[in-house]
């Protein structure tokens, strides 16, 4: 994950784009991007694979550099999820279920 990291920062820092990118910004910049990886299932599950990893790959570049930007570390802070989520949906009420943490 690190040479992914670095070369999302060495990327940005070549041309000169870490002005534009304050957490708002970087914010706003997921959301834009899910939004078009949403597009690509807009009207039926008939999607294209190579368009879906484009987008894909736009909302984990600009959640690279909001982590960078908020000096996060993204393996701690997915890990501390998995450890929150955990005890909210434990196994033996969430397997299987969709239900949210709230109706177990």
């Known amino acids: 994950m690190d040479e992914v ?3 999302v920062i060495q990327f940005t820092k070549d041309r000169d784009w870490d002005q534009f ?3 708002a910004n970087l ?3 997921i ?4 939004g078009e990886l949403l597009e690509c ?4 599950d008939d999607f294209d694979k190579k368009e ?3 987008e894909l790959a736009d909302v984990v570049n600009y959640a690279i550099l909001l982590a960078d930007k908020l000096d996060v570390n993204l ?3 997915i890990m501390d999820k998995i450890k929150e989520n955990s ?3 434990p196994v033996d009420k969430s397997k299987g279920n969709s239900k949210k943490y709230t109706e177990l």
């Open 5 to 7: 990291k670095n070369a």
């Open 21 to 23: 990118h304050s957490p």
């Open 27 to 29: 914010a706003k910049s």
């Open 31 to 34: 959301a834009i991007e899910s």
């Open 41 to 44: 299932f807009q009207w039926n």
């Open 52 to 54: 879906v990893c484009r």
């Open 75 to 77: 393996e701690d802070i």
């Open 87 to 89: 005890a909210k949906y």
